[in-house]
């Protein structure tokens, strides 16, 4: 397939992309107000409200909107102004969400080195006695 006959990337979520085309504080990964689901489906009733917090969830858990909220001192509503502040309890789950996520990471990376040098021994020691 060319390049120009390949398909577009998929959509993340529908629901998200929706809500980051209308609202600049969901496009900007700003701390949202609590609660700020609520006012989303006032706004915009035809949103199915599990798949809106389906799509609430995997934004608010993003290492982007976590980094962020874990640095803020206010969260905004829709219309981008103040809605509440981040709380040092907030800001600190955050960054332990953060650090056990890179740490989960950190060592499926060291699993897998260890387990492609350990394929790559196993490939010399099988090229070792094929030679004789």
Do not use: W
């Not at 980094?67 to 960054?95: H, I």
């Amino acid at each position: 397939m060319s390049t120009a006959e390949q398909k577009p990337p998929r959509s993340r979520n529908p629901v998200l992309d929706t809500l980051a085309s209308s609202f600049k504080v969901i496009r900007d990964c700003q701390p949202l107000a609590l609660g700020i689901h609520k006012v989303i489906k006032e706004r915009m009733p035809e949103l199915d409200m599990q798949q809106l917090r389906s799509a609430m969830r995997m934004h608010t858990a993003s290492t982007r909107y976590l980094k962020l909220l874990s640095q803020a001192d206010a969260r905004f509503d829709l219309d981008g102004a103040p809605a509440g502040e981040v709380t040092a309890e907030q800001k600190q789950q955050a960054l332990d969400t953060l650090r056990e996520r890179f740490r989960k990471k950190a060592e499926q990376h060291k699993a897998e080195l260890a387990a492609k040098q350990h394929q790559e021994k196993l490939l010399k020691l099988a090229e070792k006695f094929n030679k004789h």
